[in-house]
């Protein structure tokens, strides 16, 4: 009887059908080269296989921007927190957070899924004509801001914001925004206002918008300011980098110097330095 019982255990057919985690760790990370870091940290979590694929340097190397070496020295320097034996993976998680430089004046960071160069400069950071007058030009706390505070224009003449940067731009297009919005916001009673007691002007004449780079490229926009209480992404122009060894010098501007009158009662957030295709994604904005 024994005999028998031991018959029914044995199994028909030993042979292990193949599984995903069959795979070799060399071949699932070849693959995942050709793959966005957002699907690479979603097949990650399929099995130990595809996790330890997913951490091979030359998968996140192929990520990174070509000069991420040049990024790190410009942003960081010599700053003990960045830790220079980072694996690629965490080179690249580390770049995808917003870091401060210039001062606090300037953000950069990675778009998490494509790995380009996005940059910010706050209105610390730009040549605000008048600013130092508070008759013209006042600071103001806000959370609406990635820099925490705006510059608020109450009245003036002439109208000038200017701004440079000198920064090592991986190969690509890119374009200029300067984000604005007519009108003053704030809370009350846990509901978002705005204050359009100063606005007046800026349906006279346009805003002039400039942009010029070292290597000769230009570009001029103008329009005028609308929309009270919406903050709002107005483009100056686009300019190309046609390699990665060297830095980039931009200026740019926004200006309204008609001298017949006086306008007032905008906000100048910052300065937004992105890939021409992320456009469409501040439009939403």
Known sequence: ????????????????????GDLPESCVASVMVYLDPSEICSLSMLNRAFRAAS???????????????????????????????LCKRDIYARLCRPSYFDGSTKKVWLDKGTGRV????????????????RRYWSRIETDESRFQ?????????????????????????????????????????GRRICNSEHVHGWDKKPVQFQLSTSDGQRATTQCYMKEPG?????????????????T???????????????????????VLICPSEFTERLKRF
């Open 248 to 270: 980039t010098k931009v200026k740019f501007s926004m200006t309204q110097i008609d001298c017949t009158h006086t306008k007032g009662g905008l906000c100048v957030d910052s």
């Open 55 to 85: 951490s091979a340097d030359f998968v996140w190397e192929s990520k990174l921007p070509l000069n991420y070496g040049s990024l790190i020295d410009r942003v960081f320097g010599g700053d003990d927190n960045f830790d220079t034996n």
């Open 118 to 133: 996005c940059l910010s400069i706050s209105a610390n950071g730009l040549a605000i004509t008048g600013i130092d007058d």
């Open 149 to 189: 505070s705006v510059a608020y224009l109450q009245q003036i003449w002439w109208f000038e914001v200017d701004g440079e940067v000198d920064f090592p731009f991986p190969a690509g297009s890119y374009s200029i925004f300067y984000r604005l919005q007519v009108g003053r916001s704030s809370r009350r009673f």
């Open 230 to 246: 919406k903050w709002k992404y107005h483009h100056v122009g686009d300019f190309i980098v046609t390699g990665s060894n060297a």
């Open 1 to 20: 009887m024994g005999s028998s019982l031991s018959l029914f255990l044995i199994p028909r057919h030993s042979t292990a059908v193949p599984g995903l």
